[in-house]
């Protein structure tokens, strides 16, 4: 497990989902993030161009930041994000071969599940980072009730209709991560809008741990 993906997250427990970002201004948003507080930022791979703008920010903030991608589905994509420099791979399944070749490439996997079943089954395939998804729809209610049975040094993260906003409810169920997108990048966002909607949201979970 990375030590710089668990200070990060321990620090400021969110992934910033950067969908639809360009290789061209990559480097900018993945800047105003950092400075706003996040250090987890993830490229989806259905993004224009997503290994070119995951290798740009792993030259630009590699040293600094968890950079990785989303989206993630085929296992030549794997060796792909891992040639670009990710250190992260988040996958909508719990795919086993994928999860292994991705530990095997010295990436941390996160796993899409919703089920306990799903959620055993990535753990098993060598996953510790369990994403959670759609989270909206299952509730924190269910986190916290799959989260009495899975093993203790699983980590659960919350992706999809989560945010700033309904955070404390999620935290309190014991995730251990959020996964954050259009609260925080939309395709055509300036640098500075990007700044100031991660400053907010790195703010309000700062004000819930204190």
């Known amino acids: 497990m990375s030590t710089k993906l668990e200070n990060w997250l321990n620090k400021v ?7 639809g970002v360009q290789p061209d201004e990559v480097n900018e948003i993945g800047a105003a993030i950092l400075e706003a507080g996040i250090g987890v930022i993830e490229v989806p791979l259905n993004s ?22 989303g989206t993630l589905v085929t296992q030549e994509h794997v060796q792909r994000v891992a040639d670009a420099g990710g250190k992260i ?17 010295g990436m941390t996997p996160m796993p899409g599940w919703a089920t306990p079943t ?10 510790r980072y369990l994403k959670l998804f759609p989270a909206g729809t299952y509730g924190a209610g269910h986190v916290k009730a799959v989260q009495a049975v899975l093993p203790s040094d699983s ?6 209709g989560v945010g700033a906003n309904n955070a404390e409810q999620w935290l309190e169920a014991g995730i251990s991560g ?3 997108g259009s609260e925080i990048y939309k395709a055509g966002r300036s640098a500075t809008d990007v700044f100031e909607r991660s400053k907010k949201i790195v703010d309000t979970l700062k004000s819930i741990t204190a």
């Open 155 to 160: 980590k659960i993260l919350a992706v999809g």
């Open 89 to 105: 791979a988040v996958t909508p399944s719990t795919e086993p071969a994928i999860i292994k070749q991705c530990i095997d490439l």
């Open 118 to 127: 799903e959620a055993f089954a990535a753990y098993q395939a060598g996953a």
């Open 48 to 69: 224009p161009e997503p290994f070119k703008s995951i290798a740009n920010l792993s030259k630009s903030l590699g040293e600094q930041c968890v950079i990785g991608c």
């Open 178 to 180: 959020f996964g954050i």
């Open 13 to 19: 427990p969110v992934v910033a989902i950067i969908r």
